[in-house]
């Protein structure tokens, strides 16, 4: 059996992709899969170093690029869709994987119009406008939040959480056993974020005098690495400075505080892992959902959300402080956090999967029994 997986651009793609891939792959170690991307985004880099198979298609970005941006979106789509089912053609596909970003839509229609089992997966508590396009094309559509369903038909949803890498359950044991000086982690997305660089920077000596004994993994991005480690190292704080964080699980187990954006993939990886959070939503994010998965984890009593518009460096020690120096609110956020976690998407996700091809299969041979 070959699957084929439409995922690109940024980790929050990208990641509940390999999860699932990792599933099917579990449960039948003789399943091919192969992902679909562009050359543009993480994909090459990230799918290189989890050992899977990438193929790129020339699909470009129609929303939030401007016009000119838009006109060359819609001008790549005929090419996308034609390479899209020269894959599944060529490949003998038996189900694609749609988990929206640019390289989706195409592949959904494609797998439409050769009669292939399609599935969506869309991880954010508001749906972006590629699954949203692609949505009366699907069997099924995997929600990781309800608040989701109102943009599909609700005969097709089943909302399920977010697949997340087996390597992260193994972090809510250790991180409960953990001692020591406090831990802070801070990533901004994939492509790490500028903004958030610089508040920590500016803040740095007010955590050295609320926290002298803080310790700190921050991902930072390729172009900022220099300067942010520049200056921890003038700081005097003990630090691991990165581009960009590949073993994810083991970052979070260290942590027992984290400041991040609120990727849908992130949230979901907080929760499973049950740990307290300062939420510093993309304000440029499509549809603003990353504001809304943040106030999801909010509401919930396990992160603090700070708008970009009031970042600041002391505003953002503060936040700090305020958590990692109160224990009692800490492990309160902590265990609010891991009170949302769904551990089993991708399992459901799977057995829905096979279900869906079992009866695509068994309507075939039906219909093929009755034609003769």
Known sequence: MTIVIAAGGTGGHLYPAVALAREFLRRDPTIKVLFVGT??????????????????????????????????GVCALPVSLWQCLRIL???????????????????????????????????????????KAVGPFAQRVFLAFESAADSFNRSKVRVVGTPIRKAFLDGVQQSQEKSGPFHLLIFGGSQGAKAINTAVLEGLP???TQLPDLTVTHQTGESDLARVAEAYRRAGIESQVVPFLYDMPAALRQADLVVARAGAMTVAELT?????????????????????????????????????????????????????????????MGAASLAMRRTDAAEVIVRECYALMEGHHAVNRSGGEAGV
């Open 39 to 72: 050359a543009r985004g993480l994909e090459s880099n990230v799918l290189a170093h989890e050992g899977f198979d990438l193929v790129l298609i020339g699909a470009k970005p129609v929303m939030g690029k401007g016009l000119w941006g838009a006109v060359r």
């Open 89 to 131: 053609r060529t490949r003998r596909a038996d189900l694609v994987i749609g988990v929206g970003g640019y390289t989706s839509p195409m592949m959904l229609l494609a797998a439409a119009l050769t009669g292939v089992t399609r599935v969506i997966l869309e991880p954010n508590a508001n749906p972006g406008m590629a699954n």
């Open 206 to 208: 007010e955590l050295m």
């Open 272 to 332: 499973t892992c049950g740990k307290p959070a300062i939420l510093i939503p993309l304000p440029s994010a499509i549809y603003d959902h990353q504001m809304r998965n943040a106030k999801v984890m909010e509401a919930a009593g396990a992160a603090v959300v700070l708008p970009q518009s009031a970042l600041t460096g002391p505003t953002l020690a503060r936040a700090v402080v305020g958590i990692l120096g109160d224990p009692a609110r800490a492990r309160a």
